[in-house]
């Protein structure tokens, strides 16, 4: 029902920004809990955000607060995730992932969709 694509990924300096965008298919967006996730090279996916249908609540990870923002535009069917303040140890693969319930929304289970992955790496 739902076909997500990331992007906006790529090479940034410790301390600098970027914006990862996922655009959904469908018109059907608006009804779909949006969630960040992370994994690093022989790590477990790690959940990093998520937002309500409507924009709230939202919820992050406790290293990322005060730095990432994840909002949602569903007139443009598009979740984001702004990254200010930047580490090296953000560097992994991002994906977004979409689900109906608000339920356990940490949790990599549950979620129906996942995009293919866009890739973050943050030199020191």
């Known amino acids: 029902q739902v076909q997500l694509v990331e992007s906006g990924g790529g090479l940034v300096q410790a301390g600098g920004s970027l914006t990862l965008s996922c655009a959904a298919s469908g018109r059907t967006f608006s009804s779909y809990v949006m969630g960040w996730f992370r994994q690093a090279p022989g790590k477990e996916r790690e959940f990093v955000s998520a937002?309500?249908?409507?924009?709230?609540?939202?919820y992050y990870l406790d290293s990322v607060k005060g730095r990432f923002t994840i909002s949602r535009d569903n007139a443009k069917n598009t979740v984001y995730l702004q990254m200010n303040s930047l580490k090296p140890e953000d560097t992994a693969v991002y994906y977004c992932?979409?689900?109906?319930?608000?339920?356990?929304?940490?949790?990599?289970?549950?979620?129906?969709?996942w995009g293919q992955g866009t890739q973050v790496t943050v030199s020191s």
């Open positions: 992932a979409a689900r109906r319930t608000i339920v356990e929304v940490t949790r990599p289970r549950g979620y129906d969709y």
């Open positions: 937002i309500g249908w409507s924009g709230r609540p939202t």
